[in-house]
């Protein structure tokens, strides 16, 4: 098994910035991929971003290109977001997951999931 823990959610003014950390605990080496996605009220969860274990490979959500960065720390075991230039429409639980492929995470097919951190993007 694989715990996944977020943090760094909140309130934030559009234009601000956030910083969403996972810390993962447990059986974590056949988790060759880690992820963020996104769920708004009323809406599906959507992929926002993901990165190889390895750091060779990221991919990302259209609309937050440019926006946000995900990065990884091998020695603490996590994965980041970095949110710059936030808006209103970027609202939402964002939730972090592990799991064996860049295309999994692409369609969400992931293995693992944290409880999520709720942010809040205010105009």
């Known amino acids: 098994q694989v715990q996944l823990v977020e943090s760094g959610g909140g309130l934030v003014q559009a234009g601000g910035s956030l910083r969403l950390s996972c810390a993962a605990s447990?059986?974590?080496?056949?988790?060759?991929?880690r992820g963020w996605y996104r769920q708004a009220p009323g809406k599906e969860r959507e992929f926002v971003a993901a990165?190889?274990?390895?750091?060779?490979?990221?991919r990302y959500l259209d609309s937050v290109k440019g926006r946000f960065t995900i990065s990884r720390d091998g020695a603490k075991n996590a994965v980041y977001l970095q949110m710059n230039s936030l808006q209103p429409e970027d609202t939402a639980v964002y939730y972090c997951?592990?799991?064996?492929?860049?295309?999994?995470?692409?369609?969400?097919?992931?293995?693992?999931w944290g409880q999520g951190t709720q942010v809040t993007v205010s105009s």
């Open positions: 447990g059986r974590t080496f056949s988790s060759n991929v």
């Open positions: 990165i190889t274990w390895s750091g060779d490979s990221t």
């Open positions: 997951a592990a799991g064996r492929d860049m295309g999994a995470a692409t369609w969400g097919l992931m293995d693992y």
